[in-house]
T-cell receptor, first 119, second 114 residues
Framework: AQTVTQSQPEMSVQEAETVTLSCTYD???????LFWYKQPPSRQMILVIR??????QNATENRFSVNFQKAAKSFSLKISDSQLGDAAMYFC????????????????FGAGTILRVKS | DTEVTQTPKHLVMGMTNKKSLKCEQH?????MYWYKQKAKKPPELMFV???????INESVPSRFSPECPNSSLLNLHLHALQPEDSALYLC?????????????FGDGTRLSIL
């Protein structure tokens, strides 16, 4: 079974600074998908960024980028120019290619990292 | 605004009550999901419907009963719940077998069992 580990329960960043959230995962599969979701106090889980394992290029979405190291099974999220609205709980998630074909798109979540942004 | 709509947003019920949570999406997605989330914890998958058929049941107690009347609607029927069932219940949808497509989540229903 796949597992996802987020080793930082809480992180703090000063407004306009850069912060990196770490995520590692364990899998024996070669094809899979990785996601970062953000959950602010408003509760909705919002997709921040996604990465397909077969793509070597790191995904980027505006101020959000990832450092995907497939051999190391690492998928960190970098937030540049942090804003107060970035304060939230961030979840790293894994989705198996093989399991998705048979059972639907099941996500395996990490424990989450609470990000606080200081003004 | 979320494209997955959940009602009600808050629900307080006694252990002997019967209630239902509702989830609706109009994005043409063919997979829908129920998650349970405790405070400061990740969501736990409960059920997956794919093309209106139950494809995953994560050993959820029978006091939770899912229903997918059509491709846009997903219900979760609740009966004889326990205090430990108090949680945020999230609904999500995705394009079915479109592997590249992510799940879209609703705002959730905050459930409190008295």
């Amino acid at each position: 079974a796949q597992t996802v580990t987020q080793s930082q329960p809480e992180m703090s960043v000063q407004e306009a600074e850069t912060v990196t959230l770490s995520c590692t995962y364990d899998t024996s599969e070669s094809d899979y998908y990785l996601f970062w979701y953000k959950q602010p106090p408003s509760r909705q889980m919002i997709l921040v960024i996604r990465q397909e394992a077969y793509k070597q290029q790191n995904a980027t979405e505006n101020r959000f980028s990832v450092n995907f190291q497939k051999a190391a099974k690492s998928f960190s999220l970098k937030i540049s120019d942090s804003q107060l609205g970035d304060a939230a709980m961030y979840f790293c998630a894994y989705r198996s290619y093989a399991a998705s074909m048979e059972y639907g798109n099941k996500l395996v979540f990490g424990a989450g990292t609470i990000l606080r942004v200081k003004s | 605004d979320t494209e997955v709509t959940q009602t009600p947003k808050h629900l307080v019920m006694g252990m002997t009550n019967k209630k239902s949570l509702k989830c609706e999406q109009h994005m043409g997605h063919r997979a829908m999901y129920w998650y349970k989330q405790k405070a400061k914890k990740p969501p736990e998958l409960m059920f997956v419907y794919s093309y209106e058929k139950l494809s995953i049941n994560e050993s959820v107690p029978s006091r939770f009963s899912p229903e997918c009347p059509n491709s846009s609607l997903l219900n979760l029927h609740l009966h004889a719940l326990q205090p430990e069932d108090s949680a945020l219940y999230l609904c999500a949808s995705s394009q079915g077998r479109g592997l590249r497509q992510p799940q879209h989540f609703g705002d959730g229903t905050r459930l409190s069992i008295l």
